[in-house]
């Protein structure tokens, strides 16, 4: 539901800064926003109500607030894209605490990987709807995806999801609860890593369309077929992550979709023809299908079961924190750096930086797996 959030809307980004009383900085960073509140929303909601509960009721939200986007104007729009932000973080987080409930460890980075997977073919799917039905009825066509999708999936979701476990409700003055919290802030360098990553490789969603639209791609359709290359490597990359996280060993990760975040942004801001565009954004879309399953598996397996829900919707937050930071800082790196291009390579380089310390740190680290109440991160 995050992925579709964002893909729907990509092609007609340039539309909509149009309709809204703001820059086109606020309009990207409204649905991030919401997902950083719905985020922190989901992480109270899944310590009280059950993860299948809150996910059929955000599915049907889901899609009630997307379809307002058909005929709602200026800060309003603004507003229903904050919420839609909000219920599909919480749709995200539930999905990925049931994955934590319902399968064993082992399991995990494969039935990860096929949830990445499977978001991002839905995102593609969704992405090109929406440029063909912009191109065919004008932009706010493309508000008809959200009810859509939530009418699809809210009767299977009823039929098939598996009921959670039981719920234990913990009061505000329960000994259990500073314990809890402080076993999530124990997390923070884990949460820190992930702000910096998430920071970078979303730039190909809040910066290529205005990208493409100044090289004089006008075409809704056109947007979403190369903007498909990234989310075709991310189902690609996300498949193959058990097997990379096999082959590499879970310390060589982070150096690996470092490398390809580096070179995908150091190539997209050089980019002259569609061609390149196409090649930089498989590139960091074989490191964002990496990361998403990878940060997902590193949390679940940190996570105590009385803390999970708490622990899965502050790395939502924390994820789209760092979406919500992205485009603030293009415009005035831009002006600093000489224009939209030269600071996504500038981005480009600051990630092959960070390429030398995450090979250092795989020196240091290891792959074996971590003894209980470990303060590693290198599994």
């Known amino acids: ?63 009630i607030i997307g379809m307002a986007g058909m005929v709602l104007q200026g800060w309003p729009l603004l507003i229903s894209r904050f919420l839609i932000g909000a219920v599909a973080t919480c749709v995200s987080a539930a999905s990925t605490t049931l994955v934590g409930e319902h399968i064993p460890p082992k399991l995990r980075p494969r039935v990860l990987g096929l949830q990445m997977a499977g978001s991002s073919l839905a995102g593609i799917v969704a992405m090109n709807i929406s440029g063909v039905l912009s191109d065919a009825f004008q932009w706010r066509a493309s508000f008809a995806l959200f009810p859509a999708i939530a009418l699809i999936l809210l009767i299977p979701g009823s039929l098939l999801l598996p009921a959670s476990q039981k719920i234990k409700t913990v009061a505000a003055n329960d000994r259990t609860a ?46 979403a077929h190369l903007q498909s290359i990234n989310q075709a490597m991310i189902v690609t990359a996300a498949f193959a992550y058990p097997l990379t996280r096999r082959f590499l060993g879970t310390r060589w990760i982070p150096a690996f979709f470092l490398t390809m975040a580096a070179t995908g942004l150091i190539t997209l801001g050089m980019s002259h023809n569609l061609t390149q565009v196409g090649i930089a954004l498989a590139l960091m879309g074989i ?93």
């Open 1 to 63: 539901m995050v992925g579709m959030m964002l893909t729907i809307l990509q092609p007609i980004l340039p539309e909509i800064a149009k309709e809204v009383p703001v820059g086109r900085s606020m309009l990207i960073a409204m649905p991030t926003m919401g997902i950083v509140a719905g985020g922190i929303a989901a992480g109270f909601l899944l310590s009280r109500v059950s993860s299948r509960s809150i996910m059929l009721w955000m599915i049907a939200a889901f899609g």
């Open 178 to 223: 500073k314990p809890g919290w402080r076993l999530l802030l124990d997390m923070w360098p884990l949460y820190l890593f992930l702000l910096a990553m998430h920071a970078t490789v979303y730039t190909t969603n809040s910066q290529t369309p205005f990208l493409l639209a100044d090289q004089g791609v006008t075409s809704g359709a056109v947007r």
């Open 287 to 379: 490191g964002s299908g990496t990361l998403f399953p990878h940060q997902s598996n590193l949390i679940l397996a940190r996570a105590a079961p009385e803390i999970r829900g708490r622990a899965v919707g502050f790395m939502v937050s924390n994820q789209f924190l760092a979406d919500s930071i992205n485009p603030w800082i293009y415009p005035p790196l831009a002006v600093a750096v000489g224009g939209l291009p030269n600071a996504i390579v500038s981005v480009g380089l600051a990630s092959a930086i960070g390429v030398v310390f995450a090979l250092g740190y795989g020196v240091r680290a290891t792959n074996a797996p971590l003894p209980d109440g470990a303060k590693s991160f290198g599994h």
